[in-house]
């Protein structure tokens, strides 16, 4: 009996100590980036699921952002379509824009809603589309070479996903935007996800990747500040794929998020680790370096 | 000068031809389905988004519901599958239900919400796993055949719609559905429009077809009620083509929506014909026959 | 068959024609003042009252303003009493403010409230006096000679007129006013049309006049600018019976009412024509001019 | 300065004695209708704007309403017409009802409401046309002679009514409806207060009248219930003229107002002597009687 | 590193597993019975606030009820009184009821609001005087000896605590009453936690005692149901001492409170084992056995 | 007859006079000090609860601060311990804490809110504790001597109080508060007055005291404004004790409490004499010196 009650109060022990971050959080707006491995992964997507369910029922209010490009990358050559890319962008062709939207909306979206669903939460599948929660326009060509239909965010509306939010629903947005003369253009998740969360003013920003934070001479850094994070992008220490995301990061802080995360998705429970646990994970970017 | 003060003139008595019907169905929802070759003709598809832009402007609250076997079809012939059908009813596998799905919610859902904001309207698209607005199980075999990924509605929740509505955006509904099993299901669009009209308690439930209305002896019939409705389920001069579609308007009208319309969709602005003109087209059934 | 469909959708292009002004036009504001032959001929009021019934059915909230000078003189005659004027002011004594006040708070504003009512909508009649929608001071003298009752807007408070108009409701409001004193007078009710409209910040003020707008040299203005508006109140060709009219629509553009409209309300459906259709009719002043 | 201080203390004394009417009537609504010589006499009439005033202010929500006989015959002997009388009733041609609603709703009601709002109420005029609130049918010919424009209630909505005293307005109806055909229709005042009283589940309904209450056989009858009020219509010691009044207070009574009262308005202050004094003045009906 | 993250896995699998019952038990009310040891071990007491904080903060309600026997005695030998029992029931004279209000209200009650606001909750101290929460009667002599001011729950109104418990305060409630002759009066904490569960049908009440639940031959019996415990009420293995208890338990489960727990508040995080764990502790009654 | 009815009038005439009052102050907060012999006398204590219910109810919303250090003394006997006091402050040891928050919490607090109950306010009461409604620092040692558990107030937050007042309720508040490091300390109750009405931005402030206002030179002053009240901090002629009362003024004038009010307490109803009647009572402090 006692070896029970041991184990019993190990749990409520466990429960206590996240309150405090419970406290701290209760209220707020978080806005996670699902991608890389846990797009793939069932057990990651099971875990991550739950996580944001977790998240709604204590109180902080999730918005999951997510692309998909591998499983787009998959559906283009079961029809036959070789993907092509120019500078890390995938050049979008009116039917890879057909393909990447049944796939984003359609398929990846649709999952994890379901997912979100099946542990109780109440998730709603949106895209840009969507009551224009952002209009976007094409990207001017790189290099000379037309990237069709692939474009970037101009205006952003986040009054159906306040809506939403505060009526208890639980918004899952995929990266497909439309511009003023109705083309369906492919965008940028990252940027989509900095760009919800700075119109939000959402107290975090946490982007699930593959690495286990921003890493500088193989070390990963724990925590920076805004200056400290725009001098990392003119860094040469910093690998070339993950300036992108940097820059993503210093707008968000730039435009009023409190902290930007870089975590690996890959851990089982991330999310969790990173909201309610004293030390946290990957990498914390914040206006000035502070220990919140 | 009075040759154009002649012409405004008209356009003022039109406007106020159509107050009777504005205020009769101010307030009301009307849920629509949206089928047939208005999901194929550029111009049917133009008008119908302006005709539902307009209805919530007034204040009439549209609810537009969707399948899409044409392009479900045309979309598995491109990936090299074919298409099986028993009974009406498509054979669908896994890999067909993953095509149904990017089809009708990443392709035919969201080129009708793009259409509907395009024309002012601030549409949201949903499929029956959002937020579990309805749960379905699978369909028994039909002549010892499994018809796999094929289902009907168990349970409906309009909440998340009716939030949608009354805040002012215009839900467009797909049929895809999710068992309790957490397995993907293919719905007939007609079935779920019932069941949202019925779960709503909608005024009008219009169907958008490729006939003129419901037909006997080669007549289209203009109005009949519940009654005559039942007794023409088993009449021989309904073709069998019309009978689930019957079933579906007997079913909707012993659940409380009032009337319910069988109209002709490929006839530019036919719902704001049916709802905005003294003679309405079509074939209307109600409780009891009745001339609003 | 096809006759009547189209004619049927002759009627339906119409709605469309009117859709983007009812999007233009939604949930905003719009004062209109009830004067002229509109007050006299049945046609014409029958016409008004339908017209502002659609307005507040299609979601703009009208708010309607009256005099009536020529019923009161009917009625003074009626007594036995001669109407006397100095420049263009009624002298107003005691008996005559009385017939004044139940000619316009009991006859005609009755009459139209009753008339909206008729056509569907929810009509309520007010004058300055209810819950001191307006006070008002006594007007100097004019060439040493007392007007006796006639007053001037000393404060506005619109919001017994908000309330109702949020509600649903069409406030109907009499030029009638009360000075801080107790005593009722007489005011000019394209002031006050001018006040409420600027107080409620509306989008548009229509004068209905028995004019087709402002003429010079013989020529409707279209449009003009405040600038140019305040040119012509000293322009020489400008009639001088328009100056008042003028300088009202000077005021209003100055605090913030964004159009300012004098048309013929002797033209059917004038308000409509106005509001829905893409010429208008009249002469339009605005802030800069535009082409809205 | 004890001698100041012990006439402030029997302010303060009576004051106390208010409060337990005050605890007893918070939030409950009272009809009052507002007839004979306070419609006459400035005292009166300041003295019962004051009371009204004073309810709202402690937190009881007054509805007043009232007709005008004298006022209306001698506006019609200026006009050179001689009032004709059939059973009580006056025989309303066309131009008679003209007179009638310009003094009801133009004079009596304005003067009210303009009296009510010098001592701080919040008034707002109305009469049963603004947003119908109540509709009328012609009353059948009485002795095969045609009453005119005489009516009687048909149907009551009280909503406008209960908005405005919901935001704080005290409302003040004049006895002037319209039947279905756009009739306006001459009302007895009495029942409409009758018919408001009920609508509104009114916690009590008063009649200002010129008599001390309910007399039988010279002696005022301080309280009674339905039963005995039934019998009262019938008993021969009761004046015919109190019949009619009776009647509206047996139906208010079955239509669920707690308390019906007849005082003598000609009293200074009757209304707060009705209320806030625990002996109450006039006569008092309820449903069983009891003493509160 | 891996350690860690391995550590804080476990962290995060724990969340997990409470999340059905924060599900579960979401937007419920929880009534706890604050008693026995967990009043006088800083530690338990400590533990006891986390608990309900953590309760608030996960989006379950709890109401917090509490007694002080113990207390009450050591300030009586204070005071220089010695404690009188009859039946269990403290005999309470003036002197001691005072004393006994003292400690409770203002001891007990505020030292344990004190602790859960230190915890980041927001408590508000209550006695069932603040608002007439509940007005008790005098109990009845026992063994003809009259037990002073000791009362029992005659009326309960629980829209002061619903109301402060919706707008995210936590009520913690101390058993004083007042009697309708404005006598204080000493209530049962039992009885009070039982009347407020009822009043607010909430979904558990919680007693917290010194022992590990209803002990039968020498077995804590971990459930049954309403029939069983009224027989339990009769059954000679049951020690005197619950009797009392189990009569709440019956009473509160009968008023459609759903669970009713015994448990033993002397293990830490009592309340948090109860309801975020899976076997739960000590006994509980439900109105038919279920394992929900 | 007439002289019952004489008797009425007056009645009413003095609830007419107290019209002006009641309209001014309608909507209105005032914070009322409750100290001095009203604590001790039972007719006053009657007199001030009646007052308090009344103010609510004609729609002035009274908050109740009060102290106790007459009774904290008596109970401080009865157990022994002498009190020891520093320029006029309590000093405050452990156990003196104790005593003094059972007293104030537990004894005053609870005897006010029953008796305002008894006369039909909805009372409830509170100390600083209460949702941290103020939090506190210990007090500097005086003369090198440390004065243990005395505190000033640091922050206050008043949304409890503000919610409760806005539902109906009176909130009664003892001069109770908290360290941030969790020790109980004793207030002074005419601080806890002032921040609570500057917090509230309260109309009025009224401190009930056992003198007749402010004195200079045998003379009470009956009115001065803020700079005539930092002149009299220094003058001679005002003793001692009133100097930390006038530092309250001050500070709450200069926090935007328009008026405060030191009055004589031992009057019967002194709150509504100096509230209802056109001459006030005792001293009147005023940013500027008028005559509201």
Redesign the interface.
């Known amino acids: 009996m006692t070896s ?2 041991r184990k ?13 971050y ?2 701290r959080f ?1 209220g707020e707006t978080a806005v996670i980036k699902y991608g890389g491995s846990v797009l793939v992964d069932d057990e990651l997507k099971e ?1 991550f699921a ?2 944001i ?2 998240l709604k ?3 902080i209010n999730p918005i999951v952002v997510h692309g998909g490009g591998r499983e787009i990358t998959r559906w283009m050559q ?2 036959g379509k070789e993907p092509v890319f120019l500078n890390g962008l995938r050049v979008t062709d009116a039917e890879t824009m ?1 393909i990447t ?7 990846i ?2 999952e994890l ?2 997912l979100i ?4 939460g ?6 840009g ?4 929660v952002f209009t976007a326009r094409k990207m001017r060509p790189v290099d000379n070479q037309d990237l069709g239909f692939v474009g970037e965010i101009e205006t952003t509306d986040v009054s ?1 996903i306040k ?2 939010s505060d ?1 208890g ?1 639980i918004p899952v947005v995929s990266s ?1 935007g ?1 511009s003023l003369h ?1 083309e ?1 253009l492919n965008l940028n998740a990252d940027y989509v996800a900095a760009g919800i969360a700075s119109a939000l003013q959402a107290l975090k920003l946490i982007y699930l990747t593959d690495v286990d934070g921003i890493v500088l001479d193989g070390e990963v850094l724990p925590e920076f500040n805004l200056n400290e994070a725009e001098d990392l992008l003119t860094h040469p220490g910093i690998t070339s794929g993950m300036i992108p995301k940097l820059e993503c990061c210093v707008r968000a802080i730039k435009d009023n998020v409190s902290h930007v995360h870089i975590i690996n998705g890959s ?3 991330s999310v ?2 990173e909201i ?2 004293d ?1 946290g ?1 990957g990498t914390k970017i914040t206006y000035t370096k502070r220990t919140s």
């Not at 019993?8 to 405090?20: F, G, N, Q, S």
């Not at 669903?117 to 109780?120: D, F, I, V």
């Not at 589309?129 to 224009?132: E, G, I, L, Q, V």
Request: aromatic share 4%; net charge positive.
């Open positions: 029970t009650i019993k109060t190990r749990i409520a022990e466990i429960l206590v100590e996240a309150l405090p419970i406290k209760h875990s739950v996580d369910t977790l029922y204590v109180g079961k029809l057909e939207e049944m796939v984003l909306s359609g398929k979206n649709s809603v379901s669903n099946r542990h109780g109440k998730a709603v599948g949106l895209s589309k969507d009551a224009n159906l809506t939403l009526k629903y497909v439309e109705g369906t851990i089982l429970h969790l680790l309610f646990t030390i994970i």
